[in-house]
């Protein structure tokens, strides 16, 4: 006669091979005390006992659960993964800003241009590289000078160099993979698809 344990009461034996130990100690304990006289009978975990005494120490182990299949790995599924290895490839840039700075970048950007571009530029016509500057030096706006409002322009204009060649060649990568995707004919291809856009989007923004 033999009887089911379920799974839950492993973890009070540290796995299947505690309760075995304990289930073969208990067995052994009350043979060795049939031969005793007015000596108490031993005790151990009550399913222990019950399965020792009821069972003779016979049990099995429920079977493990099966495992939830995998969802379909469909275009769309592979499509949404894409979309957050990109986003996880800027994020971290954009969270190293305010929102609030993020959103003077174009108009910043623009006036770094007109900055550079002109032939005698009027240093209170830029107004958004003056004011940073004056306030990262700790000095009056009226203060800055053009060699000072240059470099903050050409800082601003590299940064922005850098922001939009990342940009480009994480558009071009979506696009590439996206057509792969749905070239792809089964899920086990969309798959290997996005794994390799996983490793070309890491090559442009490790």
């Known amino acids: ?10 973890a009070e034996f540290g796995g299947e091979q505690g309760l075995a130990d304990a289930v073969a100690d208990f067995a052994a304990a009350l043979e060795a005390h049939a031969l005793t006289v007015d000596v108490p009978a031993p005790t151990a975990h009550p399913l222990v006992a019950d399965l020792v005494r009821r069972f003779g120490g016979h049990y099995e182990i429920e079977p493990e659960p099966e495992a939830a299949p995998e969802p379909p790995f469909t275009a769309a599924v592979a499509r949404a993964a894409l979309i957050r290895l990109i986003e996880g490839a800027t ?7 305010p929102a609030a700075e993020r959103l003077s970048w174009d108009a910043k950007e623009a006036e770094a241009k007109a900055f550079m571009e002109a032939a005698e530029p009027v240093l209170w016509h830029y107004a958004m590289l003056r004011d940073e500057v004056a306030s990262e030096l700790a000095i009056d706006a009226g203060d800055v000078t053009a060699q000072q409002l240059a470099g903050k322009a050409e800082a601003v204009l590299w940064m922005a160099a850098q922001w939009r060649a990342l940009i480009s ?10 057509t792969d995707i749905y070239s792809a004919t089964d899920d086990a291809a969309r798959r290997a698809v996005v794994e390799a856009a996983r490793a070309a989007i890491s090559a442009v923004a490790p």
């Open 1 to 10: 006669m033999t009887t089911i344990v379920p799974r839950a009461y492993l």
């Open 91 to 97: 994020q971290p840039i954009l969270n190293a800003y």
């Open 169 to 178: 060649a994480l558009s071009g990568i979506r696009k590439r993979v996206e």
